[in-house]
């Protein structure tokens, strides 16, 4: 038994975030109001001043929101957590919240693709100035930072490369430069990857993958250590307004409760199929954290419980073959996102990180012919015949437009 002192990982899935509510359902109800009515004025005042508890208006908090923010912040052994409307939300509000006009912030170059041009165009507007650089190699990072480095952001493993970033070591610069770590840990879910154990100081998420996890709700989530940056965090959002709204953070709540078996079943399977890609005649080269060939196979080792659920690999034929190979998938969909119960196949130099400049997308690593998988959990002999049926119609098809 690892931990007979705390709940196991997949008991807090089930139950975290959960309290007594009236009538006593065992799913938290669905409070689907803008605003909340006072007792009396007093009471009114009393919520307001913060002398008393309650609920005021669903943009600064809400019963279904809470249980969805109290879950997540168990899960990732965090204080508290503030749910947004989209991942993209969450990663405005941390800028927002911690950086200022002159503020420097050292960024990895493999992360979500908007990431990098909000912090290239609406950070750059308002004097926050971002040095991005390989987070897989720890003297690029020790290079530069400077005095006026405020945050420390990364991504691991990163997107859609799947370098892997030394949180533990990362962290370590943070403190000794007093800027803040923070890390989006969207690709592995609190299931497979614990950021605050190795030292982060700031988590945050897009729920819209795996911690929702059915592709059918668009959320973001940041998670704080203490109740000091809870509070700077709470206004800033409360100003942003970027907040999830009760539906949403009912349907995220109920897809955690699957989060560990889901994911379980996305590494297996992810497992299985980067194995039989390395091997295919027709792949010239297969990133996947799980595999001894990844440059950092050991330090995926240690810092996650599991590989997840992403693959990225070029093919042979480049950038053709494998745009054929995305037409002739028939089980994997042809989308951008990840995380979901259903397999998707996407393209990331024409889509998820079309917006990056050429040179800073390629030196990041995302070439012409790179795509990228994300497993589902459906049977993964299924899900291997749809790619083996692919792959040998791959070079058969006509060349048609190259990018
Ligand atoms: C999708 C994604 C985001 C942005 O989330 P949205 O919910 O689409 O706004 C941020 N980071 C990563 C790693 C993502 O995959």
Redesign the pocket.
Known sequence: MENNEETYFETKCVHSGIKEYEYGPVVPPIYQTSTFKFKSAGHGAALFAGDEKGYIYTRMGNPTIEAMEDSVAELEGGHKALGCG??????HTVFATLTQTGDHVVCSNA??G??TTLLNSVMKRYGVHTTFVDASDIGEIENAVTKKTRIIYI?TPG?PTLAIADIEAIAEIARRTGAYLVV?N??MSPALQKPFEFGADII??????FLNGHADV???VIIVKDEETYCQFRKTLNQLGGVIDPFNSFLVHRGIKTLALRMERHCESAATIAEYLESHPAVAKVMFPGLPSHPQFELAQKQQKGPGGLISFELKGGCQAGRNLMDCVKLFQLAV???GVESLIQHPASMTHASMEKEVRLAAGITDGLVRLSIGIENVKDLLLDLEQGLEKVGKVRDEVII
């Open positions: 989209s991942g993209m939300a969450a990663v992360i979500y908007p990431t991504e997107n989006d969207t690709f945050l998420h897009s729920m819209t993958k668009i959320g973001g996102s990840l995380g």
